[in-house]
């Protein structure tokens, strides 16, 4: 590059700097610019309005020295003359007491007198509403002149005002208001002695809306009292337009005595203060001993200076956002604005990245060493290092590394230390040595070593002390256990209950071991999930009933379903979970449900559902660490700790999991989900164990309906329920869950019934959760009656036939009772109870004359059903007494 290229290329660089500069320098004058026109107008506007004050406080002055000689006029000429005058003509009228109204030919002027007087006062009043008549006759706004006179003490008021209207209510009125305080402030100035003349503050004549100050004059007489003359000089004609007659006041001059003046020539001065917001401009009023003062917001100085200036505002304003502008767009150039970013982002990432190297060269738990050979210095070295390097001699370290391909061992102060060397790729003369300190890190491998053989140790001990412990308590809980079982009584009961409780603690805390040692052993067989569930169920049987609970098992499996798997496991789990459930549930029921699940024929999942308070975050910790937190209880014993982590391990040894949850007040869900193979398909054409069984379940609750139905639909029987029954279907079973129904042969079915009962002839009560208890319970009820169909196809029958035939009736007992029997099924349908009772007390009558005691009993229990309105017991019986009477027939 040459040189005038070099040059140009400096003069383009440093262009935008002058430029920017020239801008600023723009932007300077152009903001003193704008302060100096808003200083100019502000002042401007002040001294216009100083000058209106000044012109405003002279012609009151006029005014004020106008009225003084008006004043002394009307004192010494007016109201003191001695020419006599004829008083024939002249009228006064009582208004209140006390207060006349002088009456006249001119109106210009009205007159009052106050107070007691006497002619020569009505004179006077004359003579001073004459002369006030010439002085104020072009006058526009209210004048007022009030006359202490000292000769009787009574006031006169001579005013432009409608001074009669206004006093007709004096004391209720405001012109009364006026004249007391007149009277007041002129006997107060009477009583000074040493003020001839004073002034009184701005007033405000409310309904005329007038502004004055009043103008108060004493002359002393010997031997009477003081005459007070005072004046209402009104104001509203010497304020101009602009001005509010509200913002000015007249005050007393503070300035002391000896500054003041009473020379007319003395040159006008005006002060301007600022008090809080608002700005005051006041001017002496010359031989009066007052200031005027003039009040104005800030706002109004503000608005009229910006109305005043605002074309040359806007377009200074204009002009400093031009230069703003300018001075933005050359300052942030794009070329120059890249080289200061990008100056300034390498300098802050080289400073990041300095403090990151020296952070992680100090916590390194080596020392580190960089030295630069040539010029025989440290460049970068932790404290680890720099308690080493006065002991080591850097040339013999470097030869003797390189003759031992960059590792030596040094001892410093006894100590052994392992001394790496690399050299540098990016400076050659540069050297990185690394200092390891070998007794520290084998004293720490050591101590690992050690911590670790003593925590296998302790586990290997804990897994023996439990084994062993386990193993030392069983058999004398089991010998305590067999003892207690020998003894008699309540005590002896509640002793076998608590030895078997102990023996059952035993022998889960020897599970629990052999499962975490990982010696447990699973013992697969094929069973039946139903079976396995038939013997679960007298298990728990007495503690839910103990708690008035109800258990209610819903098994959606098949009933011949089989599976491979380990059975004492499964049956341990459910086992110890509804356990659980009965603990913590204080009052509903507890509901196992099992399922197939759909995404896989070998899985099983087993729900168990209780209406409890619901388990806690805590007991559900017990599920990963046994016996860590406290568990629910009830009157009879806590809940067991163990049980949660038990069940856990044990699904996971069945190939599944066990998972809680729980709501407050709504009770508890655990789920265990296990992996066992089924055994095969069973044909469905295989004959099953109710094939042509028709069945009548008369149950309430559909819970238990649905769990009924279902077993026996599994078993192959035809299920009917009494509003699913056409009228006169037979049925062969009758199953119901209320008692007073159970009037005939059936199941009464019950979930806290340990197996079968048997309550009367042909009756039976069974719980409907076992599967074994139910089918042994209906084979019961159909060979009870298949033997009794066989008895009296073989003895009642015939012999009644018999005797039926030789009493002669038989043809009577054809013709008439069939057709009973049919007005039975029509009565029944209808719903007549009261026709239903009588037919069948007619027929019962029938079977007593001819002594056919099994029609009897027959009518007997229908009577009774009709009695309690039981339409499924009178259809059956109804149908019982239809069989019989065809037999007969």
């Not at 500054?259 to 031989?287: G, P, Q």
């Not at 104005?296 to 377009?315: E, Y």
Request: proline share 4%; glycine share 6%; with cysteine.
């Amino acid at each position: 590059m040459s040189q005038s290229d070099t040059a140009a290329s400096t003069r383009f660089s440093l262009l935008p700097g002058s430029i920017t500069r020239f801008f600023l320098l723009l932007i300077i004058v152009l903001l003193v610019t704008m302060g100096v026109m808003v200083q100019s107008a502000v002042n401007a506007w002040l001294k216009d309005k100083s000058y209106q004050v000044v012109d405003i406080t002279h012609a009151i002055h006029k005014r004020v020295d106008a009225w003084r000689y008006v004043t002394w006029q009307m004192y010494d000429n007016i109201a003191a003359t001695t020419t006599p005058s004829n008083g024939e003509g002249l009228q006064e009228t009582r208004l209140k007491q006390d207060v006349y109204y002088l009456e006249k030919p001119r109106r210009k002027t009205e007159a009052l007198i106050f107070g007691s007087h006497d002619g020569s006062t009505l004179e006077m009043t004359q003579r001073i509403s004459t002369y006030l008549d010439t002085l104020w006759g072009a006058e526009s706004v209210p004048w007022s002149m009030y006359y202490l006179n000292g000769q009787d003490n009574s006031l006169i008021l001579v005013s432009t005002l409608p001074l009669k209207d206004l006093a007709s209510g004096f004391k209720e009125s405001a012109i009364g208001n006026i004249v007391d305080s007149r009277r007041a402030e002129m006997l107060q100035q009477a009583n000074a002695l040493d003020e001839r003349e004073s002034f009184s503050s701005l007033r405000r004549l409310a309904w005329q809306n007038g502004h004055y100050f009043t103008l108060r004059t004493t002359f002393n007489q010997p031997g009477h009292l003081a005459t007070v003359v005072a004046f209402d000089l009104p104001i509203n004609d010497l304020i101009p337009p602009g001005m509010a007659l509200d913002s000015f006041r007249l005050e007393p001059e503070t300035a002391p005595a000896a500054a003041r003046s009473n020379d007319k020539e003395t040159t006008d001065s005006v002060s301007i203060s600022f008090n809080d917001s608002k700005i005051e401009i006041s001017s002496a009023l010359n031989t009066t001993g007052m200031r005027l003062i003039w009040q104005v917001p800030f706002g109004t100085l503000l608005l009229d200076t910006l109305q005043n200036i605002l074309l040359p505002l806007l377009l200074n304003i204009g002009l400093l956002a031009l230069a703003l502008f300018g001075y933005s767009t050359f300052r942030h150039q794009p070329g120059r604005s890249t080289e200061v970013a990008t100056s300034s982002a390498a300098t802050n990432e080289l400073r990041v990245l300095r403090a990151i190297n020296e952070e992680i060269v100090s916590l390194l738990p080596l020392g580190l060493l960089v030295h630069d050979q040539e010029a025989n210095r440290t460049i970068i070295s932790n404290k680890i290092a720099d308690h080493l390097l006065p002991h080591l001699n850097l040339q013999n370290i470097t030869s003797m590394a390189e003759q031992h391909q960059g590792v030596i061992q040094a001892t410093i102060n006894n100590e052994l230390y392992e001394i790496r060397l690399f050299r540098s790729q990016t400076a050659s003369r540069t050297q990185i040595f690394i200092i390891r300190d070998q007794d520290r890190e084998v004293l720490v491998n050591k101590k690992l070593k050690q911590a670790q053989r003593l925590y296998e140790k302790n586990q290997h001990g804990r897994a023996l002390f439990m084994q062993n412990i386990g193993s030392a308590l069983r058999d004398p809980v089991n010998e305590l256990a067999a003892s207690a079982a020998a003894l008699s009584g309540p005590e002896a009961q509640k002793l076998v209950s608590q030895a078997e409780l102990l023996v059952r603690i035993i022998e889960e805390i020897q599970l629990a071991n052999v499962l975490e040692n990982d010696t447990w052993k699973s013992d697969t067989d094929l069973f039946s999930v139903q079976a396995l569930i038939d013997d679960v169920v007298p298990e728990v049987l007495p503690t839910i009933r103990r708690k008035g609970l109800q258990l209610l098992i819903n098994n959606h499996l098949s009933a011949n379903d089989e599976r491979h798997g380990d059975r004492s496991a499964l049956r341990r789990i459910l086992l110890l979970l509804i356990q659980y459930a009965v603990t913590t549930t204080q009052i509903g029921k507890i509901t196992l449900e099992v399922d197939q699940d759909e995404s896989s024929p070998d899985r099983l999942t087993f729900r168990i559902l209780d209406t409890g308070e619901g388990v806690t975050l805590s007991e559900i910790d017990n599920l990963h660490f046994p016996y860590i937190n406290e568990t629910q209880g009830d009157r009879y014993g806590k809940a067991n700790p163990l049980t949660f982590w038990l069940c856990d391990q044990l699904a996971r040894k069945l190939g599944g999991h066990l998972s809680i949850k729980a709501r407050d007040t709504l009770g508890t869900r655990y789920t265990v989900h296990v992996k066992m193979a089924p055994h095969g398909q069973h044909r469905e054409t295989e004959e099953r164990l109710l094939d042509d069984v028709s069945v009548m379940v008369d149950v309430t609750s559909s819970e238990i309906r649905h769990i009924v139905r279902r077993q026996l639909e599994h078993w192959g029987a035809t299920c009917l329920t009494p509003d699913e029954r056409f009228l006169n279907q037979e049925y062969d079973l009758f199953l119901t869950d209320n008692p007073s129904n159970l009037t005939a042969s059936g199941l009464l079915l019950s979930d806290d019934e340990p197996g079968v009962r048997k309550i009367g002839p042909g009756q039976l009560c069974v719980n409907f959760n076992m599967s074994n208890a139910m089918q042994q319970a209906i084979l019961a009820l159909i060979e009870e009656q298949l033997a009794q169909e066989a008895i009296s196809d073989l003895s009642p029958g015939g012999n009644e036939n018999a005797e039926l035939h030789a009493s002669g009736y038989y043809a009577l007992f054809v013709d008439t009772v069939p057709d009973d029997v049919k007005r039975l099924y029509t009565e029944a349908a209808t719903s007549d109870f009261a026709a239903l009772a009588q037919t069948a007390h007619r027929l019962k009558g029938v079977f007593a004359m001819l002594n056919l005691v099994p029609g009897k009993q027959l009518c007997e229990t229908l009577e009774h059903l009709i009695h309690e309105k039981d339409a499924p017991g009178i259809e059956k019986y109804i149908s019982d007494i239809d069989a019989y009477v065809k037999s007969l027939l």
